[in-house]
């Protein structure tokens, strides 16, 4: 068999099923710039807020609901907590160039920063970290080992070096520091953005369920979706924990890669991927995935090649970082995000993927009735779906539970949900493969089928006589999905 680029057509190619999360800044925070990332394909918006004033990070959120709603897009709006972070007090303009196997030193305080000695806002720097730890800022790009230390300063060498500028992160190992998450700050960041509706909240440097917890707030989607974000040796070690309290999962690889070796980062990946795919989280994948393109106009092969291979490993949504916030072209690096994006899509190991979300849930042992209910319905409904040649899967889903559940399994026709809830609809902008549409509040099932049917047919690549797959929940004492159909668009 020849190789033929662009892959095979398939059943709703029409749309792209990975999602793209871009991170608003300087570079897109205005109404016109924000307007074209929506229409470069940007699904959800995320809000940094570890800079900035709270007003600042609010006005940002308020435009992006404007020009979402100038354009009605369905986009959603991740807000990222702050977290405990350790941050470097300012470098000189122009940044300072780091080469491999320079010394520097690393001490307490808010002095200034510069090529020989590096200060940090974390008052417990030299007692907490030892001989021998590794040190990174940033999302990584530079490295040092600390080779010794006095009472009042670190002496570390450079074992990757690159420019830094602004005042960078510096990431610790994760047990050495006794900042604990969330913090009060992002608790009041929290309420005040949950007050303004935020879809979804990202919470930092999480190392066990009860972080998660925590934050206090309600069940999506009468709260936001939290999204925790998997970063330290300890959240990996206590990942099913995180799992059962947690929304949605961002794998953030830059201070994975200072708690493990790099070597183990893509299978870290994987398998942080595949866990909570399994139980129907959404997965976002971040850090430096086009990090070339703040710069420069088009990403390395390398990072195409990852954005991609994140793509295959089943990633619900890769993000951008910089490359949108401070970059030098937004929306083309949207646009190319979503390009390679689609084209992975069309290439997705479909049928392999089916078997191995069944394996990992059934080792999963004990599985609540609803759940295992819910697992036999949605699994049921891509097999079907492809079986009788259906051209969408039709999910009625007040929470969007029933969305995320089918789309674990990725099923190779479009998910389309239904939700008279405006949250859980902006919700599943991060949910894989799948488009939401907020309905009318209806009493009876009937008339729910009805809408989401009435919806299907004015879909441009739908027509009179084809088939949908349409499942729902009927029983309010498990709230399962349980109910499946095969329907006729008349």
């Known amino acids: 068999m020849s190789y033929v680029p ?42 940094g807020l570890a800079h900035g004033t709270l007003e600042e990070h609010l006005e940002k959120y308020r435009r992006i609901r404007e020009a979402a709603k100038a354009l009605d897009a369905n986009v959603g709006i991740l807000a990222d907590l702050p977290g405990p972070k350790v941050r470097c007090a300012p470098f000189p303009d122009g940044g300072v160039m780091f080469e491999d196997g320079d010394a520097v030193e690393f001490v307490a305080g808010e002095a200034s920063s510069d090529g020989n000695t590096i200060s940090t806002d974390y008052e417990h720097l030299v007692a907490d970290v030892e001989v021998g730890d590794r040190l990174a800022l940033g999302d990584g790009n530079i490295a040092f080992t600390v080779e010794d230390k006095t009472s009042e300063k670190l002496i570390a060498r450079v074992i990757r070096g690159a420019r830094v500028q602004g005042r960078p992160g510096l990431q610790v190992p ?34 066990s369920g009860h972080d998660v917890r925590s934050l206090g707030v309600e069940p999506a989607p009468r709260g936001p ?109 949207v646009a190319t995000m979503a390009e390679i994006c689609a084209r992975a899509d069309r290439e997705f190991p479909h049928g392999d993927w089916v078997s191995n979300m069944s394996a990992v849930r059934e080792s999963d042992g004990d599985v ?31 929470t969007g539970y029933t969305v995320r559940s089918v789309s674990r399994f990725r099923p190779q026709v479009p998910i389309i949900g239904f939700s008279p809830d405006l949250r859980a609809v902006r919700q599943l902008s991060l949910s894989w493969g799948s488009a939401a549409v907020k309905t009318p509040e209806r009493a009876k099932a009937g008339e729910m089928i009805q809408d989401a049917l009435d919806h299907a047919k004015r879909l441009p690549w739908m027509k009179t006589g084809d088939r949908v797959v349409v499942i729902s929940g009927n029983s309010t004492s498990t709230r399962a999905t349980d109910t499946l159909r095969v329907m006729y668009l008349t």
């Not at 999602?19 to 470069?40: M, Q």
């Not at 819910?374 to 891509?382: C, L, R, Y």
Request: proline fraction near 5%; charged fraction near 20%.
């Open 6 to 47: 662009g892959g095979t057509d398939t059943a709703g190619d029409h749309m792209r099923r990975t999602k793209i999360v871009a991170t608003i800044g300087p570079a897109s925070d205005d109404p016109g710039s924000l307007k074209g990332l929506i229409n470069a394909g940007m699904n959800v918006a995320r809000i």
């Open 174 to 207: 994760s047990d050495r520091l006794r900042i604990t998450s969330p913090t009060d700050e992002d608790l009041r960041f929290a309420d005040a953005f949950i007050s303004e509706g935020v879809d979804m909240l990202a919470i930092s440097f999480v190392r």
């Open 225 to 333: 979706l939290v999204v925790a974000k998997i970063e330290t040796q300890a959240a990996v070690d206590n990942l099913e924990g995180i799992i059962s309290a947690s929304g949605a999962v961002m794998v953030a690889r830059g201070d994975l890669g200072v708690d493990y070796p790099l070597s183990e980062l893509p299978h870290l990946q994987k398998f942080i991927i595949q866990r909570c795919i399994a139980r129907g989280l959404p997965v976002i994948t971040a850090t430096q995935m086009l990090e070339s393109m703040v710069y420069a106009p088009t990403p390395t092969r390398a990072e195409a090649s990852d954005v991609a291979n994140a793509v295959f490993d089943g990633s619900s949504a890769v993000m951008l970082s910089g490359e949108t916030a401070i970059g030098v072209d937004p929306n083309n690096a």
């Open 368 to 398: 609540d009735p609803g759940a295992l209910t819910t697992d036999s319905i949605t699994m049921a409904a891509q097999r079907i779906a492809y079986q009788v040649g259906a051209k969408a899967i039709l999910c009625l889903s007040r």
